[in-house]
């Protein structure tokens, strides 16, 4: 099992570009999680989607960020004309379909820097 | 006022010591992780905990529901332990809130 699958791991994009970013959960894993970790700050919730569907997408800046998590492959965050200030790490976590209180799997992140 | 707030923020120790890092959080949770960020950035989760007390290997982790206090000892700490510790509770909503962590360095 190769666990939470994050590529790029490092990202340079200019201010205007779009950035994607890709997760493969775990094997039997349905439900995926993105975390945004600004410089010197604590991670942050973003969006939560199970296949096909978003679940939870409190913390998604309103604009310019979408998520989605296609019935086949990856989970993709897209950033379309992306600042200085979405510059962070963006890590996946994902975790079964089951109940609840199951443990998260975190990817190794993608390190986004905008020029 | 921050839902989960760790403490110490930074903590230098010498290898051997015993190294204790505590969370504490104002939301109703259904569970707690500990995580621990390595300085190459990725992340692992080394406890998700409910009540009581769980330990893997040097590490242990305690959970006190009513008090809304939990606490990671590493016992003989060792120069590779040296990471970012970062104390993240679920809510009831199965949504996890992080705390800003710990920065731990050991010396050898």
């Known amino acids: 099992n190769a666990g939470v699958m994050q590529n790029p791991r490092h990202l340079v994009r200019r201010r205007g570009q779009e950035a994607r970013l890709r997760c493969s959960p775990m094997?039997?894993?349905?439900?995926v999680y993105w975390y945004r970790q600004l410089p010197e700050e604590g991670l942050k919730f973003m969006v939560y989607?199970?296949?096909?569907?978003?679940?939870?997408e409190s913390g998604m800046p309103k604009e310019r960020f979408s998520a989605e998590f296609p019935k086949e492959g990856p989970s993709i965050l897209r950033i379309q004309q992306v600042v200085r200030g979405d510059s962070a790490a963006y890590f996946c976590a994902s975790s079964p379909f089951t109940e609840r209180n199951t443990e998260a799997f975190f990817g190794q992140g993608t390190r986004l820097t905008v020029v | 006022k921050n839902e989960v707030e760790q403490s110490p923020q930074n903590l230098t120790a010498q290898e051997g010591e015993f190294i204790t890092i505590n969370c504490s959080y104002s939301v109703g949770i259904s569970a707690l992780h500990w995580l621990q960020q390595h300085p190459g950035g990725g992340i692992v989760s080394l406890f998700m905990?409910?009540?009581g007390k769980k330990k893997h290997g040097r590490l242990i982790a305690t959970i006190n529901i009513q008090e809304k206090h939990s606490s990671l000892h590493i016992t003989a700490s060792h120069p590779r332990d040296s990471a970012v510790y970062i104390c993240a509770p679920e809510n009831r909503d199965d949504k996890i809130i992080f705390g800003k962590g710990t920065r731990l360095h050991i010396l050898p």
């Open positions: 094997k039997g894993h349905s439900h």
């Open positions: 905990l409910s009540s």
């Open positions: 989607l199970q296949k096909e569907n978003i679940i939870d």
